[in-house]
């Protein structure tokens, strides 16, 4: 069985691209652009770089002034926006549809977290990259909404809303899909908020939220009330709440 609903995760990332997920991703905007700035270190101008789950084209906006770039998105509403950047393709990272040995870089920045299978999204990106070709991507640690998880536990939800990563699995996932001269770097970021609903509703706005195929319904009334009060009870922050997120920044070479 699947691990992700991906009816899911096209509509209600489709939902959030119409809406407000320009002005509620910043963090998004920030982990794209740190990445970007690692890249751009690294890959030479003019060189062909794909962009996995590119969504609005935070990279792409700087990016193709640099490099040939494509993108790639699962949601047709995020490719019709980042296209104004660079091509985009509409279609599943875990599927890519270009020829072996295209790219002479792939970088991804807070998406495979989405994927069904990590490894499958490594080793298409190994295919797709030319010898010695690097990939760089971030993704979600598993330290990332804890006190979310905890909360939503405690009330008998499954509080995981993406396949959070651990950093060692991830080094031996890089090794096992082809690549060489890995590296593997960690932020931790605390950030507030007034309320449990109003954290939840920034993850929804950024088309965050629980996709797994085995989810329960949303919360009710009544136990989000309660929940939001234990969550308070637990973790506070500032006279509102805190919410943790982990960035891991990942870069290595096919081998």
Request: proline residues 2%; charged residues 25%.
């Amino acid at each position: 069985m699947p691990l992700f609903d991906k009816s899911a995760i096209k509509s209600d990332f489709s939902r959030a691209a119409k809406g407000s997920y320009e002005k509620s991703a910043e963090l998004q905007k920030e982990t794209a652009h740190k990445l970007f700035l690692m890249v751009k270190e690294e890959i030479k101008p003019k060189s062909r770089v794909l962009d996995l789950g590119s969504g609005t084209g935070f990279i792409a906006k700087n990016g193709n002034k640099i490099w040939n770039m494509v993108q790639i998105d699962i949601t047709s509403a995020m490719c019709n926006i980042s296209s104004s950047f660079a091509p985009a393709v509409n279609a599943d990272m875990e599927f890519m549809p270009f020829k072996n040995n295209s790219f002479d870089c792939v970088i991804s920045s807070l998406a495979i977290q989405w994927a069904n299978d990590i490894k499958k999204v490594m080793g298409e990106a190994n295919r797709v990259l030319r010898n010695e070709g690097k990939l760089f991507f971030t993704t979600f640690g598993k330290d990332t909404l804890k006190e979310l998880d905890s909360t939503l536990t405690n009330f008998g939800y499954n509080g995981h809303i993406s396949n959070f990563s651990e950093i060692e699995n991830i080094r031996k996932l890089m090794k096992k899909s082809g690549f060489k001269d890995i590296i593997c770097d960690t932020e931790k970021i605390s950030m507030s908020y007034p309320d449990l609903l109003t954290l939840m509703k920034k993850i929804k706005n950024v088309g965050g939220g629980n996709k797994l195929v085995t989810r329960k319904k949303t919360l009710n009334k009544e136990t989000l009330k309660r929940a939001s009060e234990y969550y308070k009870s637990k973790f506070p922050s500032d006279g509102g709440i805190k919410a943790s997120w982990q960035i891991i920044y990942v870069s290595g070479v096919k081998t």
